[in-house]
C-alpha cells in the first residue's frame, strides 16, 4: 500500500512538472518537481529489483546457512540469511 502511494506521488510529481514546462511556469519549480519525481519513481523501481522476496525452501548445495535472523516486516515469519561463498550472494528463506 505505502509502495503504491510513493509511486503514484513520484508519477504525480512527474506529471506536474511536466505540466509547469508545458503551461510556461517557473523553470526552478519544474525542475524540482522533475527531481523530486525522479528519485521516488526510480527509488521505488530500484528498492523492487534490488531486494529479493522471501525463498520458501533452502538452497541447494554451495550455500551456507549464516547466523543471521530476522523477523519479516510483511510476513511475520522467521527469516534465515544464507550465502554462496564463491560470489557473495545472499538469499533469504522464510523458515
Given at each position: 500500500m505505502?509502495?503504491?502511494?510513493?509511486?503514484?506521488?513520484g508519477?504525480?510529481?512527474?506529471?506536474a512538472?511536466?505540466?509547469?514546462l508545458?503551461?510556461?511556469?517557473?523553470l526552478?519549480?519544474a525542475f524540482?518537481l522533475?527531481?523530486?519525481?525522479?528519485m521516488?519513481t526510480?527509488?521505488?523501481?530500484?528498492?523492487?529489483?534490488?531486494?529479493?522476496?522471501?525463498a520458501a525452501?533452502r538452497?541447494?548445495?554451495?550455500w551456507?546457512?549464516?547466523?543471521?535472523?530476522f523477523?519479516?516486516?510483511?510476513s511475520?515469519?522467521t527469516v534465515t540469511?544464507?550465502?554462496r561463498?564463491?560470489?557473495g550472494e545472499?538469499m533469504?528463506?522464510?523458515?
Amino acid at each position: 500500500m505505502l509502495r503504491s502511494i510513493v509511486l503514484g506521488l513520484g508519477v504525480l510529481a512527474l506529471a506536474a512538472a511536466l505540466v509547469v514546462l508545458v503551461f510556461g511556469g517557473p523553470l526552478p519549480i519544474a525542475f524540482w518537481l522533475g527531481v523530486a519525481g525522479a528519485m521516488l519513481t526510480a527509488g521505488l523501481i530500484h528498492e523492487r529489483v534490488h531486494y529479493k522476496s522471501l525463498a520458501a525452501r533452502r538452497p541447494g548445495p554451495g550455500w551456507q546457512r549464516t547466523a543471521e535472523r530476522f523477523i519479516d516486516p510483511e510476513s511475520g515469519k522467521t527469516v534465515t540469511v544464507y550465502v554462496r561463498p564463491v560470489d557473495g550472494e545472499r538469499m533469504y528463506v522464510a523458515e
